[in-house]
């Protein structure tokens, strides 16, 4: 019988990230409830971007390798279990294939988020979307890469889900910015697509400061049908 076996995957800049502070939380040189050193000094001890640390940061933190306080910073875990690094590579490579259940997955739970937002609306938080918005649409006047747009949009995504009530799905969105961010690098490499996310991001942004749930429900839907167009791509 003949064997077969998947193809290998590369090592991301992300997982080497994840290996090197996996190994010091499991070894003991990083302890229980200490803090990390910021993303910046990361980024320039292990000479990779502050986006590729972010990134890292996350992941670990889904497995409850560390805690991120926003405003607060970065803590080992509490309640650290003698996991090998490869299995926690593993386990962030546990991503679906099938881009379109994950843009099913994305839509059905990024909706979720927005609209549990919205109805925990402040005028600060209101605000603080109306920025993240206006800084999108300036990084798309500036030609920014779109790592740096696809950033922007991570980060207004995350500001969202730690504003609305509901731990689960703040835990639940980061999850799906992982599962996306590969496909949603690519597609922000078109200046269309750029375009359109700001211009349905805008939509939403106006709904909130209108405190109209209908336009609100109007403009994230919009959002969606616009979006699986370049989501869904043959890759």
């Known amino acids: ?8 995957n590369k090592v991301t800049l992300t997982e080497q990230v994840m290996q090197q502070l996996a190994s010091k939380i499991i070894s003991g040189e990083l302890k229980p409830g200490e803090r990390l050193p910021a993303e910046r000094e990361l980024s320039e001890m292990l000479q990779v971007s502050r986006s590729r640390v972010r990134e890292a940061l996350r992941a670990l933190s889904l497995i409850g ?7 607060g910073g970065t803590y ?14 593993w386990l962030f490579r546990q991503q679906v294939s099938n881009y ?10 990024e909706t979720a988020v927005y609209d549990a937002c919205f109805r925990h609306r402040t005028e600060e938080i209101t605000s603080n979307i109306h920025k993240c918005v206006t800084r999108l649409a300036q990084a798309y006047a500036n030609n920014a890469s779109a790592e740096e747009f696809n950033q922007l949009l991570e980060d207004e995504d995350i500001y969202v889900a730690k504003n609305c009530g509901n731990e ?5 969105m980061q999850t799906i910015i992982l ?13 269309y697509n ?25 403009a994230i839907n919009a959002f969606f049908d616009e979006s699986v167009k ?3 791509f043959d890759r």
């Not at 349905?200 to 106006?206: I, P, T």
Request: with cysteine; glycine share 4%.
């Open 194 to 218: 750029r375009k359109t996310s700001v211009e349905k991001r805008k939509n939403v942004a106006f709904a909130f400061e209108c405190g109209d749930h209908k336009a609100f429900l109007k």
């Open 230 to 232: 370049d989501f869904t």
């Open 65 to 71: 390798f560390v805690t991120i306080r926003p405003g």
């Open 76 to 89: 080992v875990g509490n309640r650290i279990d003698q996991m090998p690094e490869e299995t926690i590579i």
């Open 179 to 191: 599962l996306r961010r590969e496909a949603a690098l690519k597609i922000c490499e078109s200046p």
């Open 100 to 109: 379109s259940e994950i843009y099913e997955a994305r839509r059905l739970i």
């Open 168 to 172: 689960v799905f703040y835990k639940l």
């Open 1 to 8: 019988m003949a064997l077969q076996f998947e193809t290998l």
